[in-house]
């Protein structure tokens, strides 16, 4: 059975849990052979395990050297890259843009935006070389208007939407599309560990806060994932797919950081997902 992917080689960062493991899963249900990167070992070789040509890479985003071999192990491994998903991150600095450490920051930024560029730079780097391909990053609604996350999130958020149109303009001669999706508020394990809420309970709520009336989940971002990195998208560039609800529409954005405050306590560096 063909499916819209199949054939094609893929990346999937953050790929152990959440959004990412949703990508990695469905992206190997469509064809493609799939190398899923992660801090989380033990999860991430248990996914791969489960999944037809996929393969696991234990990575650091952070870090320019483990981008690279992420990048040189997929393409030495299934010999090509044609889509990589930057997805990895996690909530990071939270709490009063005057009292946020910079130190916390910091460590948010290099999750998520620095992550993303190195994803962006070595994905390309394969892809020029192989004739063309697709590259995806994780943005959120946080990154369309503020209110919708914590400070340093948001800013990140911003800046990898605004990355993902000036990476598609330079590199859409060269036959790779860049696109981003912005996720509004998704049902995942992490959200249910933050607010020590059960997942049934949040599904619950989350239908009552979408215009759609129902919950959104991570398998609803990886369909939009599959699609951006299929052919049908072939003229998709530099653009961003906000799957949301319909929340951003909305005339008022939620105080975010009343409710933050009242879930997570005060500031703190949260770990990575």
């Known amino acids: 059975m063909m499916g819209r992917l199949n054939g094609k080689v893929a990346v999937v960062t953050g790929a152990a849990s ?162 981003a999706v912005a996720p509004g508020s998704v049902v995942t394990p992490l959200i249910e560990s933050l607010t020590g809420v059960d997942s049934d309970t949040l599904g619950k709520l989350a239908e009552q806060a979408s215009p759609l009336g129902r919950a959104m989940y991570a398998e609803d971002i990886a369909g939009a994932f599959a699609y951006l990195a299929s052919d049908t998208a072939a003229h998709v560039t530099g653009q961003v797919i906000t799957v949301d609800a319909g929340v951003t529409m909305a005339p008022v954005v939620a105080d975010f950081h009343q409710a933050e405050a009242a879930f997570l306590g005060p500031t703190s560096l949260l770990a990575q997902f």
């Open 18 to 179: 959440g959004i990412g493991a949703a990508t990695a899963r469905l992206f190997a249900a469509e064809g493609a052979r799939v190398v899923l990167a992660d801090l989380d070992v033990a999860a991430g070789e248990r996914l791969s395990g489960e999944l037809a040509d996929a393969l696991f890479c234990r990575t650091d985003v952070t870090q320019e050297a483990d981008v690279a071999a992420l990048v040189d192990y997929a393409v030495q491994s299934f010999g090509r890259l044609d889509c990589m998903v930057n997805n990895a991150g996690f909530i990071g600095a939270i709490g009063s843009v005057r009292e946020t450490q910079l130190s916390h920051w910091r460590a948010t930024m290099a999750v998520l935006l620095d992550g993303v560029f190195l994803g962006c730079k070595h994905a390309a780097r394969a892809m020029v070389v192989s004739g063309g391909g697709t590259i995806l990053n994780t943005a959120s609604v946080a990154g369309l208007r503020g209110g919708f996350g914590a400070h340093a999130y948001t800013t990140a958020k911003h800046a990898v939407i605004g990355l993902t149109r000036s990476a598609a303009s330079e590199l859409a001669p060269l036959g790779i599309r860049v696109n």
